[in-house]
């Protein structure tokens, strides 16, 4: 059977194949970068308008009550929490994923006086390791970094947190966040887990593992749109004890009494420093409600079979890459990465054939399988596409070779 076939008949028995529909894709595109931007639903245009044209154009600064602007960051927050297994009131969505670590990383060493080390693995994701530096320039943290087998032995009396990426950004690899939260608490020390290439792919139970605190990215799987609200959570057990530096007044226990003095509200709105962007919440949630209602395990099996069918497309073809990705579907998230010294002209070439995937430097060829709106027949082509690329050489033509600034 071809793997054509084979995939008109995964896509004939696929339980989530309507959702496509609910997603806008370019013609002629197969979108394999939705774990770096998430495609758009089709209900978010619609959704804006609504908020730019009535709630701001009509009913001015009134929407803040009457339009819910000021619950948005909380509610937003609330529908996460079931998917990463916390309890409505432990998530927020507000700022950055980088802002969330900066708060979270900074509350964590608050929290564990006489400690300084910021434990986390090198390679993980740029920002979560810079985030670290400011603190460390501030003398308030100490950067730790260990190779994920050394992870463990690292722990000592000096770790005040453990700041980890459950899916590695590049590799796609997974840790077992059971074992590294229980490993970090029996050394005294405080976790956080960076969920941004988690959440809306694959199931993940924060409470059931006893976790801190955690961050993730509005505009990967949740399909938010760029620069989307990030969220934060907060395990309900530390509110009374948060204190994160950046003290604005949307995280003051009542920001229209105007007071001079900084109180912290209660529970996770502590965590909010300034006036929350409305419309970025409101693209958000559309994307957040899609998501929920086509429910992570789905996601998940679906996100495991698409890489194991592409998998298995390449080896009909004869194409032999280097996986640089765990080989069981099981220890990675919904992406596979490749190496190959000419990865960056490959996804290029890639990318003019209408196979948008991505590159990550120095020779990773990246391609994410976002379960909600890709076929087998998608991942079918892609693979045949690939397999082309790679056999006619077409991608050592200079057009490919050339680098743009984001890649
Ligand atoms: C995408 C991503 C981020 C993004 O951070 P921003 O503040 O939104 O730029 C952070 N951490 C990880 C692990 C990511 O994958």
């Known amino acids: 059977m071809t793997p054509e076939s084979r995939a008109a008949e995964f896509d004939a028995a696929d339980p989530l194949a309507g959702y496509r529909d609910r997603f806008t894709l370019p013609e002629g595109v197969i979108y394999l970068d939705g774990n770096s931007l998430g495609a758009l639903p089709k209900a978010t245009p619609a959704a804006m308008a609504q908020v730019v044209e009535q709630e701001w154009g009509e009913g001015l600064i009134r929407s803040w009550n009457s339009a819910g602007w000021f619950e948005a960051a909380g509610r937003v927050g609330a529908k996460i929490a079931p998917?990463?297994?916390?309890?409505?009131?432990?998530?927020?969505?507000?700022?950055?994923?980088?802002?969330?670590?900066?708060?979270?990383?900074?509350?964590?060493?608050?929290?564990?006086?006489?400690?300084?080390?910021?434990?986390?693995?090198?390679?993980?994701?740029?920002?979560?390791?810079?985030?670290?530096?400011?603190?460390?320039a501030q003398g308030l943290a100490e950067r730790r970094l260990a190779q994920r087998d050394r992870l463990a032995a690292a722990l000592d009396g000096d770790v005040a947190l453990l700041m980890l990426t459950h899916v590695h950004y590049k590799a796609g690899a997974l840790h077992d966040m059971a074992a590294l939260t229980r490993a970090a608490h029996e050394a005294g020390a405080l976790v956080l887990w960076d969920l941004s290439h988690s959440t809306g792919a694959l199931p993940v139970e924060l409470n059931a593992v006893g976790a801190d605190f955690a961050v993730g990215c509005g505009y990967k799987y949740l399909c938010g749109g760029p620069g989307a609200p990030a969220f934060a959570f907060v395990a309900e057990r530390h509110h009374a004890d948060l204190a994160q530096p950046l003290t604005g007044w949307f995280g003051h226990a009542a920001p229209f009494a105007f007071s001079d003095d900084y109180t912290g509200a209660h529970g996770i709105d502590r965590l909010q420093c300034g006036t929350p962007p409305v419309l970025g919440l409101a693209a958000l949630e559309v994307g957040v409600d899609l998501i929920a209602e086509i429910g992570v395990d789905r996601l998940y099996a679906k996100s495991q079979a698409l890489s194991e069918f592409f998998l298995e497309c390449l080896m009909a073809h004869g194409v032999d890459l280097e996986l640089v990705s765990p080989p069981k579907s099981t220890e990675r998230g919904s992406q596979l990465s490749f190496r190959h010294p000419e990865a960056y002209a490959i996804c290029q070439a890639l990318i003019a054939r209408g196979v948008i995937g991505d590159f990550r430097a120095p020779d990773v060829l990246r391609l994410g399988f976002a379960p909600a709106y890709l076929s087998f027949a998608d991942i079918a082509d892609a693979a045949r596409h690939l397999a082309d690329v790679l056999a006619s050489g077409e991608w050592e033509r200079e057009e490919f070779q050339e680098r743009a600034a984001v890649t």
Not at 91 to 119: E, H, Q, W, Y
Not at 123 to 131: A, K, L, R, S, V
Request: negative net charge; aromatic residues 6%.
């Open 83 to 136: 998917l990463v297994g916390a309890a409505p009131h432990e998530v927020i969505a507000c700022d950055s994923t980088s802002v969330n670590l900066f708060k979270l990383i900074a509350a964590a060493l608050a929290m564990r006086p006489g400690r300084k080390v910021v434990l986390s693995e090198p390679g993980n994701f740029p920002t979560d390791i810079y985030m670290i530096a400011g603190l460390e």
